[in-house]
């Protein structure tokens, strides 16, 4: 069976540096494609590109959105900046052909290496004594969940992506669906793929992105472009449902913080991500 992530995300070489896309349609939010399931296009260029060194796991990447990515044909650029025993770091930029000349439409840094390696019972005791473990929120059962994919048609029509996953959300965080937004600036809830495709390290790149923006719980419904975002995957996630948190502390200057933690089926922390977007207009 082919999980849709992994048609839509899949990329093709076409040299040991450049490699082909085919970016879905029903990625789309607003004026775009989610900048998370982009990530994740670059994430699985970077990883064939460091396949032979092994480090195939992201730890860290890095994406400036310097223009609106649009369904269709896309090319990923490589370059490795270095590599090292732990860690490899690759340069990406995503481009796309407009009117017969390329198009930059996000330039990335990624970090890659090798989860499975990256940590050991020495280190994972010594972490455990700091007793700085971030605790997962304590969301409501699934059965008691809002199901993203029954938004308002309104809200469908400018994210059809909201089909394409089976996020539940905390009902509390989600009532800027029926015009009641609590104005926290926190969204949060249960999150799989809608066809059950498991997660795993690239699918994290897609996960922080994946909730509606925080905006949405501060009554500014609307598409936010993201000018930047990063990701930490923190470990390989375990099968089975995630926990996500969205939240903002500040709102200034026509743009905002969106800050995101993932935790697994076993409550374990396995990514973050903190993203700088525009204010929705009104």
Known sequence: MTFEFDRDTAVTPRSEEVFGADLGAGWSVGGGINGGYLLAVIGNAVRERLRATGHVDPFSVS???????VAGPAVVETRVVRTGGRFSTVAATLLQDVDGRPVVRISALAT???????????????????HLALPMPDLPPREKCVLSSDAPDDIKKMAPLL?????????????????????????????????????????????????????????????????????????????????????????????????CEVWDSTGRLVAQSRQLALQPRA
Do not use: C, N
């Open 63 to 69: 994406a400036h959105y310097l223009s609106a990515s």
């Open 163 to 259: 089909d394409r996953f089976g996020t539940r959300l905390d009902p509390e965080t989600a009532r800027w669906a029926i015009g009641r937004p609590s104005r926290k600036g926190l969204i949060q809830g249960w999150f799989e793929l809608a066809d059950h495709r498991p997660l795993d390290p690239i699918a994290l790149l897609l996960v922080v992105d994946a909730l509606p923006p925080v905006t949405f719980d501060l009554g500014m419904p609307g598409w936010a472009p993201t000018l930047e975002l990063t990701a930490h995957v923190r470990a390989k996630p375990a099968p089975g449902w995630a926990a996500v948190r969205h939240f903002t502390r500040t709102v200034a200057g026509g743009m905002f913080e969106e800050d």
């Open 112 to 130: 890659y290496g090798d989860l499975d390696a990256a940590h050991d019972a020495t280190t994972d005791a010594t972490a455990a004594a700091l």
